[in-house]
């Protein structure tokens, strides 16, 4: 089953990280068949601080507990877990989050 972004709770959501401020906009999601995830397509758009620079972007790809969706404590945990990724790499990646329930 395909999802709206806009259905996606993190959608929209904005980090704070040690790379500076990102917004998560959720491109594309669907439920993953006979099991309960989610596969998110997400692009982080970084802030440049000053304004005058181009605006990074960031691509990422994700499978998470399909309660992402209703429980905060999941999404906080998600965003967390978006937030070391930033942190810790550059570029775009995949992060397997289905272990965080």
């Given at each position: ?19 500076g401020t990102w917004v998560i906009r959720v491109d ?34 994700m499978l998470v507990p399909a309660p992402v969706l ?10 967390c877990d978006i937030r070391g990724w930033i942190e ?14």
């Amino acid at each position: 089953m395909i999802l709206e972004p806009e259905q996606v709770p993190l959608n929209g959501n904005v980090l704070g990280t040690a790379k500076g401020t990102w917004v998560i906009r959720v491109d594309a999601a669907a439920y993953v068949h006979d099991t309960d995830s989610l596969l998110l397509n997400v692009t982080l758009h970084g802030a440049t601080g000053s304004g005058l620079g181009p605006e990074r972007m960031r691509r990422l790809g994700m499978l998470v507990p399909a309660p992402v969706l209703h429980q905060l404590h999941v999404r906080e945990g998600v965003a967390c877990d978006i937030r070391g990724w930033i942190e810790a790499t550059d570029g775009n990646g995949f992060l397997d989050l289905r272990s965080i329930l």
